[in-house]
Structures are given as C-alpha cells and as structure tokens.
C-alpha cells in the first residue's frame, strides 16, 4: 500500500529556508509523479510542484519558482522540497502526493496524499 510521510516543516523567519521531505514507501518512485501542495488558512489548496519520478522532470508553480526546488534521493525513496527566500505568503499546511500518470499542479488528479507538514514563515 502506498504511503507518504512529510517532515520538516516549522518556523522561519523571512528570506529564510526550509527543507521539507517525503518518504514514500509502498511503490517504487521511478514509476510515479510526486506533486507538492499546499493549503493556506482559508484558502483552497494550491499545487506547487510536480516531480516525475521516471524522467527527472519537474514543474513549479510562478509563485515559487526560483525560489523551491525538488529533488530525490533513490536510495531512501524521499522526495525533497528546498524552500529558499521564503516569504510570510509561503505560510501554509504542505502536503505530498503520488500519482501513476503524468505530471500535474491539480490537486483532484492526485489519489494518495501524505498528512501534511505546517510551514509558518514570520518575524
């Protein structure tokens, strides 16, 4: 059964960073898309990126581009989210996700999801 466990999110002040993982087990990630979201308090659940586990690629929101970066260590089964220059809007639970198909920032293309690690970024 596929699972997905986030970690390491917490309090940052501005322009600070944070590195957020996802731990996957059950299936093996060459084979999957994991897609990084995120929920802000009363707001609806944005995507932030997609990572492709079979071709490396990886795809970014405009909001966080050049600013977030993903990446994967094979031997654990982790996906990483490097989380650069972070800002008060970054604010938000961030969750993981893993899809079969093909690469996506919609949240509804995405079946199995992690619990969720809370990001707060304030002075």
């Known amino acids: 059964q596929a699972q997905l466990v986030e970690s390491g999110g917490g309090l940052v002040e501005p322009g600070g960073s944070l590195r957020l993982s996802c731990a996957a087990s059950g299936f093996p990630l060459d084979y999957y898309v994991i897609g990084w979201f995120r929920q802000a308090p009363g707001k609806e659940r944005e995507g932030v990126s997609c990572?492709?586990?079979?071709?490396?690629?990886?795809y970014y929101a405009d909001s966080v581009k050049d600013r977030f970066a993903v990446s994967k260590d094979h031997a654990t089964n982790t996906v990483y989210l490097q989380m650069n220059s972070l800002k008060p809007e970054d604010t938000a639970v961030y969750y993981c996700a893993t899809d079969s198909g093909g690469c996506s920032l919609s949240d509804v293309d995405f079946p199995t999801w992690g619990q969720g690690t809370r990001v707060t970024v304030s002075s």
């Open positions: 990572f492709s586990g079979g071709t490396g690629a990886t």
